[in-house]
């Protein structure tokens, strides 16, 4: 008897669970087991794939680019306007929030794979000068510059590398 016999299901390369006829036809507990497994595998395939808000359900997706004076942020906004988003900056955290409403206002007849509603976003930006913190927005892309604060700026110390490999 081979072991693969003993277990009651078995993944295939399709990632589905069979059983053997036999056993799944003898017991109904087998098949609903069977169906739960499906259904969580369902729901959880996929958790960590990009979605239509970007990876994880983070929205909007952003870039962060730090130089050796300033924060750049840039997020993609499409189909919004400047008036619908907010920038806020609060104890060197950045704050985009903001709402995306739907066009049409009969949504019983319509079809839609867009997304629709509130959104914010915090990215910690350490050593920010808020009173300096300034927002574009054009053709759907919000760009945030934040310059760091000198206070920030002075406490980076450059450490150096020996080269011997012995330290002093």
């Known amino acids: 008897m081979n072991v693969r016999d003993l277990v009651p299901w078995a993944r295939t390369s399709d990632g589905d669970r069979n059983l053997p006829a036999s056993q799944e036809a003898a017991s109904p507990l087998f098949t609903l087991h069977r169906e739960m497994n499906r259904l969580f595998d369902d729901v959880f395939r996929d958790f960590a794939a990009p979605t239509l808000w970007g990876r994880g359900g983070a929205w909007p997706q952003v870039e962060v680019e730090e130089a050796d004076n300033e924060y750049r942020v840039t997020a993609e906004l499409?189909?919004?306007?400047e008036k619908?988003?907010?920038?806020?900056?609060?104890d060197d955290v950045l704050i985009l929030r903001g709402e995306k409403r739907a066009e049409t206002t009969d949504r019983a007849r319509a079809f839609s794979e867009r997304v629709y509603g509130r959104f914010e976003r915090r990215l910690a930006l350490d050593g920010v000068d808020e009173a300096g913190v300034k927002a574009t927005f054009r053709n759907g892309v919000l760009t945030v510059t934040a310059p760091k604060s000198a206070?920030?700026?002075?406490?980076?110390?450059?450490?150096?590398?020996?080269?011997?490999?012995?330290t002093h």
């Open 78 to 81: 499409p189909g919004l306007d």
């Open 151 to 166: 206070q920030s700026q002075d406490r980076v110390r450059k450490i150096p590398i020996n080269s011997s490999g012995t």
């Open 84 to 90: 619908d988003v907010e920038v806020l900056v609060q």
